[in-house]
C-alpha cells in the first residue's frame, strides 16, 4: 500500500485563491518600497554557514536549519566526536551551509560583496523565503516570506522616520486600521541595564525582556534569575515593565530613570526626535507607541527599534519590525556602515486581512470567459476569437476536449465562469458567438466586437 503523502510541520501549500491574496500583499508592500525609492536585490536561499551562524544570538543560532554536506558527510567526521554524540560540534564537520534565517544578515554580506558596485546610501528591499527551525503554531511557520526594506550608509534620524511612513502608508493601502508601530531604543535597554547595575548581563537581560508577551512578568523575572542577574536589579527594573501614559510622558519618566546614563540619554534623545516630527508630519491608519520591554532579541540591533502590533481584534504575534544597525557589516570585514530597516511578516498580515474580511473581491477574479468545445472545426473558429479577446487583455480559455456539452457546462458552474462562450455550426456559418451569462442565465448572439464589449464591461 502507498504511503499517503504529506508535507513538512511548519510549512504549507496554497491554493489558486490563496496565491491571489497573497500575491495582492506583494504587490501592495512592493509597489509602496518603490514608492519610497528602494531598489530591489535577491540572494541565494542558503549560505555558508559562517555567515549565518553567530549572528542571531544564542537562541537564534538553534533555529537555523543546517544543510548536510553532500556525498558521504560522515567520512571526514572526527571519528571521537561521533562517538561523543556532541551535536554541536559535530555539526561543524557535517555541514558548511545553511537555509537563511532573516534577509538582514545575507543583505549585509551583500554589501561587503558588492561595495564597489552600489551607491551609499544604498535602499533595497528584498522578498523572499527564509527558514527557521521554530516550533509552528498560528501564525508561525517554519518556512515563510520577508518583505524587507533596508538602508545603508547613512547615520540619520531621518531614515527612521521614512521607515514608519513606510508602514503607515503599506497600511493604509491594505485598509488595515488599528495597527500599532512600537519603538524603544537599544541605548535605552542599555541604559537601564547599566542603571540597575546589569550592565555585564545586557545580552540576558534583554533576550528575557523580549518574551515579556509570552511568558509575563514572573517568567521574565524568573528567567532573569536563572541568568544570573541579581533580584535587586531586577527589582529596579520592575517598573518599567509596566509604564503607562503617553508617548511623551514614558520618555520624561525614562529620561528621570536614565539620568546617570549617558548611554540611556541619546536612546531618549533620538526618540524624542522621532517622535516629535512624527507628530509634525502625522500618520493616516497606524498609531506610535513607546514600548519599553520592547527588545527585540537579535544581537546586531544598536538604535531604534521597531515592531509591529496587529489590531487588538486578532491576537496575533508581531506583524513586522526592525530597527538600526550600526556595525553590522563590520563581523563582513567593512566597518562603521550604519544601517536601519524593517520588514513586513507576509504570512501574519494574510491572517489578520482574512480574519478581518479585509480581502477586495476584486482580487479573487479568475477566468472571465470560457469557450466550449464541440469539435476541431468549431474549435478551431472560438480559438481565432480567444486570441482577440487575450489580445486585449481579457482571460479566456477554451474547454480542451470535445465532451458532452451537459459536462463542459457542468465544469463552466464550478469554476464560476462569468461568462460561457458556444461556437456551433449555426455560429461559424454567421459568423457570430453564442454568448450565455452565467449570472443572469440569459444569452444573446454577438458578432466579435459585440463579444468583446459585453465580456469587457
Excluded at 73 to 82: E, G, R, T
Excluded at 179 to 200: C, F, P, Q, Y
Excluded at 334 to 342: A, Q, R, Y
Excluded at 414 to 432: A, D, F, R, S, W
Aim: hydrophobic content about 35%.
Amino acid at each position: 500500500m502507498a504511503q499517503k503523502p504529506s508535507i513538512a510541520k511548519g510549512t504549507r501549500d496554497f491554493c489558486s485563491e490563496e496565491l491571489q491574496k497573497r500575491d495582492y500583499i506583494f504587490q501592495t508592500i512592493k509597489n509602496r518600497f518603490k514608492n519610497f525609492g528602494f531598489q530591489p536585490i535577491e540572494t541565494p536561499s542558503f549560505e555558508n554557514s559562517s555567515t549565518l551562524m553567530g549572528k542571531y544570538g544564542e537562541e537564534g543560532d538553534r533555529l537555523i536549519f543546517k544543510i548536510l554536506n553532500s556525498g558521504d558527510y560522515l567520512k571526514k567526521a572526527d571519528a571521537s566526536l561521533l562517538d561523543s554524540k556532541n551535536s554541536e560540534k559535530l555539526t561543524k564537520h557535517i555541514s558548511e551551509k545553511a537555509l537563511r534565517y532573516d534577509l538582514t544578515v545575507p543583505f549585509a554580506r551583500y554589501v561587503v560583496q558588492h561595495r564597489n558596485e552600489i551607491q551609499l546610501p544604498f535602499k533595497r528591499y528584498q522578498i523572499q523565503p527564509v527558514w527557521r527551525a521554530d516550533r509552528p503554531q498560528k501564525g508561525r511557520f517554519r518556512e515563510f516570506y520577508q518583505c524587507d526594506a533596508d538602508v545603508v550608509g547613512s547615520k540619520s534620524l531621518w531614515q527612521e522616520v521614512e521607515f514608519i511612513q513606510l508602514y503607515d502608508g503599506v497600511f493604509t493601502d491594505l485598509k488595515l486600521d488599528g495597527v500599532t508601530v512600537k519603538v524603544n531604543h537599544r541605548k535605552i535597554l542599555s541604559g537601564i541595564a547599566e542603571v540597575i547595575g546589569a550592565e555585564d548581563k545586557l545580552i540576558d537581560f534583554t533576550v528575557a525582556l523580549d518574551k515579556l508577551d509570552k511568558i509575563g512578568k514572573e517568567g521574565v523575572e524568573k528567567e532573569m534569575l536563572e541568568k544570573g542577574i541579581p533580584s535587586t536589579a531586577i527589582e529596579k527594573a520592575s517598573l518599567l515593565f509596566e509604564l503607562q501614559g503617553s508617548f511623551t510622558e514614558k520618555l520624561n519618566i525614562l529620561a528621570d530613570f536614565l539620568k546617570d546614563s549617558e548611554k540611556g540619554l541619546k536612546g531618549v534623545e533620538d526618540l524624542r526626535f522621532l517622535n516629535q516630527t512624527i507628530q509634525s508630519l502625522g500618520l493616516q491608519t497606524v498609531a506610535l507607541d513607546l514600548e519599553v520591554t520592547l527588545a527585540r532579541g537579535l544581537n546586531y540591533y544598536t538604535g531604534a527599534i521597531f515592531e509591529v502590533a496587529a489590531p487588538k481584534e486578532v491576537p496575533m504575534g508581531s506583524i513586522g519590525g526592525g530597527g538600526r544597525y550600526d556595525d553590522l557589516t563590520s563581523i563582513f570585514g567593512l566597518k562603521d556602515l550604519s544601517g536601519v530597516g524593517i520588514s513586513f511578516g507576509l504570512d501574519r498580515i494574510y491572517l489578520v486581512l482574512e480574519a478581518l474580511n479585509k480581502f477586495p473581491e476584486q482580487i479573487q477574479k479568475g477566468t472571465e470567459v470560457l469557450f466550449l468545445n464541440f469539435g476541431e472545426k468549431e474549435a478551431l473558429y472560438a480559438y481565432k476569437a480567444i486570441l482577440k479577446l487575450r489580445e486585449v487583455g481579457i482571460s479566456t480559455e477554451l474547454y480542451p476536449d470535445n465532451a458532452k456539452m451537459k459536462k463542459q457546462m457542468l465544469y463552466a458552474n464550478k469554476k464560476q465562469y462569468p461568462y460561457v462562450i458556444l461556437t456551433g455550426t449555426q455560429e461559424i456559418e454567421n459568423n457570430t458567438y453564442t454568448v450565455k451569462n452565467m449570472q443572469t442565465g440569459e444569452q444573446e448572439s454577438l458578432d466579435l466586437e459585440g463579444l468583446i464589449d459585453i465580456v469587457s464591461a
